[in-house]
């Protein structure tokens, strides 16, 4: 059964500070995997999404990379803002079986201004 | 594009009771998914539909959980009798296809409290 973990927990820095977030799964055969960010109390917005063929997708101020073999990807935030702070959650899709996603737990960040 | 619609936001019952939540997917969405997320945890799926058929329910405790998506587009799910640790944030989302490129949308879900 895939697992997902993310590393840490939780995380604060202050405005302007680049900052990795760190995910790992167990199980390779994936056919994608998923950054979100979650607000509180909303929903699940994704933000960049990596095919299983990619290294790395980049929108803006973030950027997601993705070793396969070793199953792992970071969330790489440059020049961190306030509006920046919310949960990071990533997910995994397997490469076989119904189009489900696996998540991890989350990294709460906060900037702090 | 309309997202992804539930109601109630909100909800807190006794344990022992009933409660239902309802999902409009985006239209034209085929497969609709449910989620369960405790706090602190990442969400966990709980039942995928495929149009009016259900895809994967292994995780669905089906002793007080039960979901149906009648006619293939808005959906219900119910818990019956309802326990202290089903306190959770209950998210649908919807997907165009059952295809792995197919992007899930999310809700904003609805927060389940159990006194």
């Known amino acids: 059964k895939q697992e997902v973990t993310q590393i840490p927990a939780a995380l604060s820095v202050p405005e302007g500070e680049n900052l990795v977030l760190n995910c790992s799964f167990t199980d390779s055969a994936i056919y994608n995997l998923q950054w979100f960010r979650q607000d509180p109390g909303k929903g699940l917005t994704s933000l960049l999404l990596?095919?299983?063929?990619?290294r790395e997708q980049t929108s803006g101020r973030l950027n997601a990379s993705l070793d396969k073999s070793s199953g792992r990807s970071t969330l790489y935030i440059a020049a961190s803002q306030p509006g920046d702070s919310a949960t990071y959650l990533c997910?995994?899709?397997?490469?076989?079986?119904?189009?489900?996603?696996?998540f991890g737990t989350g990294t709460r960040l906060t900037v702090i201004p | 594009e309309a997202g992804v619609a539930q109601s109630p936001r909100y909800k807190i019952i006794e344990k022992r009771q009933s409660v239902a939540f309802w999902c409009n997917p985006i239209?034209?969405?085929?497969?609709l998914y449910w989620y369960q997320q405790i706090l602190g945890q990442g969400p966990k799926l709980l039942i995928q539909?495929?149009?009016?058929?259900?895809?994967?329910d292994s995780q669905l405790p089906k002793d007080r959980f039960s979901a149906e998506r009648l006619k293939g587009v808005d959906s219900t799910l119910k818990i019956q009798p309802a326990k202290l640790e089903d306190s959770a944030v209950y998210l649908c989302a919807s997907s165009f296809s059952w295809s792995g490129d197919s992007p899930l949308h999310f809700g904003n879900g609805t927060r389940l409290t159990v006194t």
């Open positions: 539909f495929q149009n009016n058929g259900v895809v994967d």
């Open positions: 239209s034209g969405h085929a497969t």
């Open positions: 997910a995994v899709r397997p490469s076989t079986g119904a189009n489900n996603l696996f």
């Open positions: 990596i095919q299983s063929s990619q």
